[in-house]
């Protein structure tokens, strides 16, 4: 992933991030405030109900004990009976005895024009009958609800049903089972009362709540659960606002870690996106290639190449400089083995870390790339700079196992570090590779010129082999030759190459010099 692929992503998360938490906060409240809302109009509506039931309840103890008497009916004591149970119960407004249908006397006396029963709208489940807006013809009034047994009927006024204690704004509904209206609560719209008896959704402020023989439909104004909701807000969107900002934060971190140089070399592992180009070894006295050192580059996905002074200290320090070997290493096998297995006489130089030495590993991971392949171990050398052999000891068993191995071992840049004679003398070596900074001083009046000749010395009495780095000019050449040094690289003969390029190079060296000898 490309650092514009993690700024976009980056981007992206930061925004849901915000959002997510914030838009989780508001349907939190909203469901709260719902939940809240529901749980008031059930209390109504239950409250409601038990309210009806005390007036159907009343009604069945009235009706009970006027079918208890036994004074003759419509008598002056049975009349008088009738309206000591009026009197005595709570609920009710009136009672009348019935003899086939009409109506005989009430507790105001005897009934002398004809009046009926009422039409029956809903039988309870213990037999009480009901009518709904029932006109008194005896003494006029306005609609009563009718509730007869046997050959009695008593009349309850509708608010007796929806009788309890709510906000002006909240509205209750008393409905038999049937959905016949007995009593109702500040004007609600019966438009919707009817809709909600007839099970049918109206909005998240209201309810019909359903038992036995009744209904109870509670309505309040939409503004309730927008009230509420702002409540619950105000708890819950501080800690939203706490989390999009941690997520946020979090985000933040994160894609700058992995924008960070660190990020990005990790992402470079990640990615593989090391690709290894090749420094042609030349031998000074013959000039022939003899082999290169494998050097590795950092291709990032926009095509644009990092040196590797540039990422190589930070991958030692990170320890990301392990898996880039490893990479190194499957990358020179891919590039190079069919010139490798021809030519035996090339070699391919590879730099370890301190790491390595220290440990030992990388010889685990040659031996394995190696596998499968007829790569002899001496065509692979394994370089390694002066810090790398720092812990002389641990250095002593990776290089004396290297060696028994087959593979060459050179120290790499000498004279930067810490070596010294007696430092060498310590480690079964190869080769020495002079630094570029010693070769640069050829020829000139610099404070450090005589110090080439002293480094070349040293190595010929420990019988190393002499590889001059940094090489660019002739004057250097013909100086090193002179010396007996054995082996120049540099951009005097050719600058590090893609594989393919150094192949043909390599291909074209020896065919020159195999034609000039």
Avoid at 26 to 33: F, K
Avoid at 314 to 334: K, M
Avoid at 462 to 474: D, F, H, P, R, Y
Wanted: glycine share 6%.
């Amino acid at each position: 992933m490309n650092r514009a692929k993690i700024i976009i992503i980056a981007t992206l998360l930061a925004v849901l991030g915000a959002l997510l938490p914030i838009s989780a906060t508001l349907y939190l409240s909203w469901q709260r405030a719902t939940d809240i809302e529901s749980e008031r109009l059930l209390s109504f509506a239950q409250r409601g109900i038990e309210r009806a039931r005390i007036s159907l309840g009343d009604a069945e103890k009235a009706l009970q004990a006027a079918q208890a008497l036994n004074s003759p009916p419509c008598s002056t004591t049975h009349i008088r009976q009738m309206r000591l149970i009026e009197m005595n119960t709570r609920s009710i407004e009136d009672i009348g005895y019935f003899d086939h249908g009409l109506l005989k006397c009430t507790p105001a006396g005897l009934v002398l024009k004809e009046v009926s029963h009422t039409p029956i709208e809903f039988t309870t489940d213990n037999g009480l009958a009901i009518s709904s807006n029932v006109i008194p013809e005896v003494n006029g009034g306005k609609g009563m609800i009718g509730i007869s047994s046997k050959a009695y009927k008593v009349l309850i006024d509708p608010m007796r049903f929806a009788d309890i204690i709510l906000k002006p704004d909240t509205q209750l509904a008393i409905a038999t089972r049937n959905g016949k209206l007995l009593g109702t609560l500040h004007q609600p719209d019966l438009t919707q009362v009817q809709q909600l008896l007839d099970g049918k959704y109206v909005s998240a402020t209201s309810m019909a709540l359903r038992d036995k023989d009744l209904i109870a439909v509670v309505m309040e104004p939409s503004r309730t659960i927008a009230t509420q909701m702002w409540r619950e807000m105000m708890v819950l969107l501080p800690l939203g606002i706490l989390m999009a900002g941690f997520i946020v934060g979090l985000v933040v971190w994160v894609s700058g870690k992995r924008l960070s140089p660190l990020g990005e070399l990790r992402l470079a592992v990640e990615n593989r996106e090391f690709v290894v180009h090749y420094q042609p070894l030349i031998e000074l006295r013959s000039g022939m290639c003899v082999g290169a050192e494998a050097l590795v580059r950092w291709r990032r996905p926009d095509g644009s190449m990092t040196r590797p002074d540039l990422f190589i200290p930070l991958a030692e320090e990170s320890g990301l400089i392990l898996p880039i070997t490893d990479q190194v290493l499957a990358a020179v096998i891919e590039d190079l083995r069919g010139i490798l297995e021809a030519e035996r006489q090339l070699h391919i130089a590879i730099n370890i870390s301190a790491a390595d030495i220290k440990s030992g590993r990388v010889l685990d991971v040659v031996t394995q790339v190696l596998s499968g392949t007829s790569i002899q171990a001496r065509q692979i050398w394994l370089e390694a700079t002066e810090r790398g052999f720092m812990d002389i000891d641990a250095a002593r068993v990776t290089i004396s196992k290297a060696r028994a191995m087959g593979h060459a071992v050179a120290i790499d840049d000498f004279g930067t570090g810490y070596s010294s004679l007696s430092y060498l003398q310590g480690l079964p070596m190869d080769a020495l590779k002079i630094d570029k900074s010693f070769i640069d001083t050829i020829d000139t009046e610099s404070a450090t010129s005589s110090v080439t000749p002293h480094i070349i010395e040293m190595a010929r009495a420990l019988k190393l082999q002499i590889v001059a780095e940094g090489v660019e000019t002739q004057a250097q050449a013909d100086y090193l030759l002179a010396h007996e040094v054995d082996v120049g690289q540099g951009w005097l003969f050719s600058k590090a190459l893609p594989a393919q390029e150094f192949i043909a190079f390599y291909h074209a060296n020896r065919a020159q010099q195999g034609a000039a000898q």
